[in-house]
Structure formats: structure tokens, C-alpha cells
């Protein structure tokens, strides 16, 4: 007898679906490729999503919104410095990284560009990414700024805003420019702005020199 597990079926296709998503966009996205890569018939697949669609949104409510709370929103969270946690975050997504890797871009990034213009549904869930992204964003800054580490004159929902598109267009330059360099230069210039966030105390507690140097 053949022991059936409806969960893991589901994110098996639903992890296919995203690297299929990853190479060759959304509506590059083929139903038998996944099958392909899951050995599933249509008929399983079709008993979870309805449609392409189905899969499509699924992967931004169960995956890309879940990766977000678990790589940026809880490590935020936790932070006694915004500043100091933001940078790490995006030193541990750089390492290890090639330029192949770096060609892929960001699948959040990715999906806006491709589908939010032309598909509400997809428009509407990535809008609530976005939201909750800078929404963790701007109140590790508010708690900084309580906490005396953050510079109190700046604005946390603007700064949050211009931080988020920053990184997300350092991203899409490097993919476009196939460059691990041009990721890495850029990645500087972010590094400085936000080390420019901390205040006096909040430099004071801080090793500059490593923190330029990571």
C-alpha cells in the first residue's frame, strides 16, 4: 500500500513551481516541467491547484511571504541595533553567492516586475510582502531610536521604504549586469548609508572596522 502525504505532495510542487518560477519567470512556467522535476501525474497536481494561477499565488502567500518573516522580520525583530542586524542580514544573503546565482535575482523582485502590472491577484499579495517587509524595517528603526542607537532625525517608514527599494534594485542591477562585483560595490555604498543611521551612541557600541570590513 502506498502511504500518501497530501503536505509534502503540496510543497513538493510548490518548490518545483518556484524554481521553475526562478529560471524562467512566471509565464515561462511550465506544467510539465514541474511534473518532470516531481514525477507527479496531472492528476495530483491538478487535486492541489486548480490552475497555473493557483500555484503562482500559493507561492507568494505560503513561501516568498513565509521566507521574508523568517530571513528579515524575526531577526529584526530580535534586534537591540537595526542597523548593525540589517547589514548582517544582507552580508549572510551575499555569501557564497556566484554570479550565476546572482543572475537569478530576487523571486519577490522578479514576480513584481513580471506579473503586478498585468495581475492583481499577484499585485495584491506582493503589495502585502512589501508591507510587512518595511513594516519590520521601520519598527526596528523606531525601537532604535528609542533604544538611542538610531539617530533620532530620521523618518523610520521613509528610511524603511528607500532601504527596501535600494536593496531590491542592487539586486536587479547586478542581475541584469551579471556581476559580482557591480553587487558588491553597491553593497558598500549601502553599508555606509545605513552605518550613517546610527547615532553617536549607537556608533560608540559598534567595531566600524569590522563592520566595513564584513
Known sequence: MVVRNPDETRTKI??????????????????????????????????????????????????????????????????????VTFIEICENERAGKNASQIEKGCPVNNLTQEMSPIDEGFRERLEKVYQTWTGAIAESLERGINNGVVRDDIHPEKVAKFLLASLQGIIGVAKCC????????????????????LSQEGLSQVDLDILKAS
Not at 34 to 58: D, P, V
Open 14 to 83: 510548490l518548490d518545483a513551481a518556484l524554481d521553475e518560477i526562478h529560471l524562467r519567470g512566471f509565464q515561462g512556467m511550465r506544467v510539465d516541467h514541474i511534473l518532470k522535476r516531481t514525477g507527479l501525474t496531472k492528476g495530483a497536481l491538478y487535486h492541489h491547484f486548480t490552475n497555473k494561477q493557483a500555484i503562482g499565488y500559493a507561492i507568494v502567500d505560503e513561501i516568498l511571504g513565509q521566507d521574508i518573516m523568517e530571513r528579515w522580520v524575526g531577526p529584526l525583530e530580535k534586534s537591540a541595533n537595526p542597523v
Open 178 to 197: 551579471k556581476e559580482e562585483s557591480v553587487l558588491d560595490d553597491m553593497a558598500e555604498c549601502m553599508r555606509d548609508y545605513l552605518i550613517s543611521l
